[in-house]
């Protein structure tokens, strides 16, 4: 395997994350059909999709174990400040990686997104 070329999270209710997608974090719509939408970042440059459940998941935990990292071409500092202010409650501290500065937040899923300012 060379590469991962495209992600998807099963999410309870479609439409509440599309709202938290584009409304709290700003990503756009690429495209949507009533079982998922596909959403780009950065200008196009990262997509992924979430979609209606492919088993049943009632009861379940989601999002454990899942972190989708966002390299970003600003200052996380500010950007995390932007989603504070859209109404982001579940943003952890900026921390120093390996790989940059980054901070993470979670969905209303508990899926947990990671943006980065690579080094």
């Known amino acids: 395997m060379r590469q991962l070329t495209f992600a998807s999270l099963q ?12 409304t709290k974090l700003g990503f756009e719509i ?7 939408c596909v959403f780009t970042y950065n200008k196009g440059q990262a997509s992924f999709a979430i ?7 009632d009861g379940k935990e989601l ?10 071409n600003e200052n996380v500092d500010e950007l995390k400040e932007r989603f504070i202010a859209n109404g982001i409650t579940t943003a952890t501290p900026i921390m120093e990686t390996p790989f940059g500065r980054a901070f993470h937040v979670k969905d209303i899923d508990g899926f947990k997104l990671t943006f980065l300012e690579a080094k």
């Open 11 to 22: 999410v309870r209710d479609l439409e509440a994350s599309k709202n938290f997608y584009t």
């Open 30 to 36: 690429s495209e949507t059909n009533p079982q998922a």
């Open 51 to 57: 979609r209606t459940p492919l088993e049943d998941i």
């Open 63 to 72: 999002g454990i174990g899942v972190s989708l990292w966002f390299a970003v």
